[in-house]
């Protein structure tokens, strides 16, 4: 992951008592990286009065400020635009290694994903099913797969309120549901699952089937992870040499990841746009002025035909079907709404999460670099810090995006990944060859809402990132220095 070097930027021009001396001053409050970092490159930092450039006229006043917050995360918090309404995403973690590893889907788990749906109408109870069970983990090694519900832990009925407390547990026993009809029934089965560090594969499935002439590849990515780019790769070789004439792109529980792998996927489904605008980048407005007078071209992501130094293997096609869920998020959201200008993207599923926004690592030092760390500093923040636009400068979506075609995942009948009768596959095979021959493409016989995914429960679980500052940002601290 490339590291941001730089140092301070424009924060030194507005707020010039605000030196790199002052920073290394015993005075200055362990919390001061916050502040500046948020100063800096908070996509919202215009909106908050504390954050404003002239709030503080020198540094002893912004020790003074500084000084009551015992806690960094409240103080994190409290700086944030509209926590919960407008920045749903910024985080900040004591452990710096904690926060690497989300980024590259490194995380504890049980290896059993799931989902949580409200189970009643006063959304007080909730009940969960099983997405699907990662392989190597300790799920894969239980009597627990795809489809199977649970309605309590430890004995104990989840709820709204008590879900992160029995979930978050190291292990757990998960009790077991199934539907009578529509009415959801204990079966007094039980599974016990204890959680350990796990580095998930994205490229989950990959496979093709012939039907009416179609030769239709299914890609099941469930994680924009630059760590597995050359996985990501390898699996569009194959699907170029099985020759696919269709691609389903099935993104419906991938929370989302890095820009620039969301890049390399894009360019991997299409091939003649090299070189052509895929996604624009949009900072606070300090400092994307800055930005667009010294590089220009570095707040853009262009299609390409190369992965740091390796060939990509494209696949040329003018269409793509992507399977979504309300837990489609960020870059999984940045790859349809940036392909969509250049070609037919019918979205197959439900209404996407609506995360238009991107973040990027802060790390607890004078210049906000890993490189700079000192002993003890062991904090690290990913504040949002941008937001997108594909090359219609089209990037409101914020409500989700709505499917071409929707069809709700039927918990009663949640199908096997990757076969042709899977419900929402079946849907996308029957728009390619025109014909209705797979599946049932009815709604679940009973209705219940989306609560939220096993990846939305981590402090990191849908977040879509920058993996550092455009070039050109360094030229500004030597003309200030």
């Not at 200055?28 to 502040?35: E, H």
């Not at 109870?125 to 990662?134: A, K």
């Not at 050359?230 to 269709?246: K, R, Y």
């Not at 990841?257 to 900072?283: E, K, P």
Request: glycine share 8%.
């Amino acid at each position: 992951m490339k590291k941001i070097t730089i140092v301070l930027l424009l924060l030194l021009a507005p707020l010039g008592f605000i030196s790199c001396e002052d920073q290394d001053d015993t005075a200055v409050p362990i919390s001061d990286f916050i502040w500046k970092g948020l100063n800096l490159y908070y996509l919202w930092q215009a909106d908050v009065p504390n954050l404003a450039d002239d709030r503080f006229a020198n540094q002893e006043q912004l020790n003074n400020f500084l000084q009551p917050y015992t806690d960094r995360t409240e103080l994190f918090e409290s700086l944030l635009y509209q926590r919960g309404v407008i920045d749903r995403w910024s985080v900040i973690f004591s452990d710096y290694t904690v926060l690497e590893n989300a980024l590259q889907g490194v995380s504890k788990s049980t290896g059993a994903e799931f989902g949580l749906v409200y189970a009643d109408a006063s959304q007080t109870t909730v009940f969960g099913y099983v997405r699907y069970i990662l392989p190597g983990s300790d799920a894969s090694t239980k009597n627990i797969q795809r489809g199977d519900i649970f309605y309590a832990v430890n004995g104990t009925v989840l709820t709204a309120s008590n879900y992160q407390a029995l979930l978050g547990a190291d292990s757990y026993t998960l009790n077991l549901a199934e539907f009578v009809g529509t009415t959801l029934t204990p079966n007094g089965e039980e599974v016990s699952l204890t959680k350990t560090q796990f580095a998930e594969d994205p490229v989950y499935i990959n496979t093709t089937i012939t039907e009416s002439g179609h030769n239709i590849g299914y890609l099941m990515y469930n994680g924009f992870y630059s760590t597995y780019n050359t996985q990501l790769n390898a699996a569009f070789a194959q699907l170029g040499s099985a020759g696919v004439t269709d691609l389903v792109l099935d993104l419906r529980y991938n929370g989302g990841g890095s820009v620039q792998t969301a890049t390399y996927l894009a360019s991997m489904i299409t091939g003649q746009f090299n070189g052509q605008l895929f996604a624009r980048q949009q900072w606070n407005e300090r400092l994307q002025a800055h930005l667009e007078d010294e590089n220009p071209g570095a707040l853009r992501n262009l299609f390409t035909d190369n992965m740091g130094g390796q060939a990509i293997n494209s696949l040329n096609l003018n269409r793509v079907y992507i399977l979504t869920t309300q837990s489609t998020a960020s870059a999984s959201e940045l790859v349809i709404n940036c392909l969509k200008p250049y070609i037919d993207v019918v979205v197959i599923g439900d209404t996407t999460t609506g995360k238009n926004v991107g973040s990027i690592t802060l790390y607890d030092s004078k210049d906000f670099s890993r490189d700079n760390l000192k002993d003890g500093h062991r904090y690290a923040m990913q504040p949002i810090v941008l937001r997108t636009v594909n090359a219609d400068d089209f990037g409101d979506y914020s409500a989700g995006i709505v499917p071409d075609f929707q069809l709700d995942e039927d918990y009663a009948n949640m199908g096997q990944l990757g076969s042709p009768d899977e419900p929402l596959f079946a849907l996308a095979i029957a728009k390619i060859t025109g014909n209705g021959r797979h599946g049932n493409f009815n709604s679940p016989g009973a209705t219940f809402q989306m609560f939220k995914g096993s990846k939305e429960m981590r402090r990191f679980g849908t977040e879509m990132f920058v993996d550092g500052l455009p070039e050109g940002s360094l030229n500004l601290i030597k003309e200030l220095q």
